[in-house]
């Protein structure tokens, strides 16, 4: 909804609390739904809004996450997240977990892998002092993960050296360092890297 349709519906509405006259009321009420029905036209002819948007969303949800991704794939062919999707199935049995980081909880989904470690994500002061960290070690060790996926760089928030995940969760990367080898080919999407056990 455009602005100024925003503007001519609150107008309504105040008219209507100040008790003004009634055509004023309905006059800005009609203005504004006038304008909002001009304004998806607009939006439909360049192109910005689909028909089928409502029903294709839905039918994209309603589905396992195999054929949400099957179906993406043939109107998105060339996005990166396939390429990850693809890395992890082929580094990775249906039943083996993976461990996503920072936060990237749509591919435990999307690929049908549990997460690792008793973690989906890692966020500063989210179970990240050093008890927490070495539980997720050994929970990792129990559990014999074999793949870490990560933003590159190890992530972040807010930009803030001090808030990637190698500057809060010093633990848990040393064990990675020692048990894991970095994935050094271009088989992964840039701005991922990889992590796989030893």
């Not at 039918?59 to 179906?71: D, H, K, S």
């Not at 995940?165 to 633990?171: G, K, L, M």
């Amino acid at each position: 909804m455009p602005g100024w349709a925003l503007v001519a519906f609150i107008a309504a509405v105040l008219a209507a609390k100040l008790q003004a006259p009634r055509i004023v009321a309905l006059s800005a009420l009609a203005m504004g739904m006038i304008i909002c029905v001009w304004a998806g036209i607009v939006q439909h002819t360049m192109g910005q809004l689909n028909p089928h948007f409502a029903r294709d969303f839905s039918e994209f949800y309603a589905n396992r996450p195999q054929i949400f991704v099957a179906r993406l794939r043939t109107v998105l062919p060339n996005h990166p997240y396939f390429k990850l999707i693809d890395f992890i199935d082929t580094h990775t049995a249906k039943d083996e977990r993976i461990l996503a980081l920072p936060y990237m909880t749509m591919l435990y989904v999307d690929t049908g892998r549990p997460f690792a470690g008793g973690q989906m994500m890692m966020a500063p002061g989210y179970f990240s002092d050093d008890a927490d960290q070495r539980l997720m070690v050994q929970t990792m060790k129990n559990q014999n993960n074999p793949l870490i996926v990560e933003q590159a760089g190890g992530g972040g928030y807010d930009n803030l050296p001090s808030r990637k995940t190698r500057a809060y969760e010093q633990i848990f990367y040393q064990y990675v360092d020692t048990n894991y080898e970095k994935v050094t080919d271009d088989s992964l999407p840039p701005g991922t890297e990889a992590f796989i056990h030893r």
